[in-house]
């Protein structure tokens, strides 16, 4: 997959789950390095953008913001 699809929020699928049993992640951070943010118990990575685009497996979607009101 190409990084220039992924924006921060989107939540993606890695091929591999993380040590905690998840598998989805939320971009918090893009550029020359991708942060991700387990879903399941918090933990960030950060991932140079090659290694990022080898790891993911799909995108699942969009996190809604939570609006004040």
Same mark, same amino acid.
């Given at each position: 997959? @190409?990084?220039?699809? &992924?924006? %921060? /929020?989107?939540?993606?699928?890695?091929?591999?789950? =993380?040590?905690?049993?998840?598998? $989805? #992640?939320?971009?918090?951070?893009? *550029?020359?390095? &991708?942060?991700?943010?387990?879903?399941?118990? *918090?933990?960030?990575?950060? %991932?140079?953008? #090659?290694? &990022? @685009?080898?790891?993911?497996?799909?995108?699942? *979607? =969009?996190? @809604? @913001? $939570?609006?004040? /009101?």
């Amino acid at each position: 997959m @190409e990084a220039s699809e &992924f924006q %921060l /929020g989107d939540i993606v699928q890695m091929k591999k789950p =993380h040590p905690c049993g998840g598998n $989805e #992640w939320e971009i918090t951070r893009v *550029g020359v390095d &991708f942060k991700i943010k387990c879903l399941k118990c *918090g933990r960030t990575v950060m %991932l140079p953008r #090659w290694e &990022f @685009e080898k790891k993911t497996k799909k995108k699942l *979607g =969009h996190k @809604e @913001e $939570e609006s004040d /009101g």
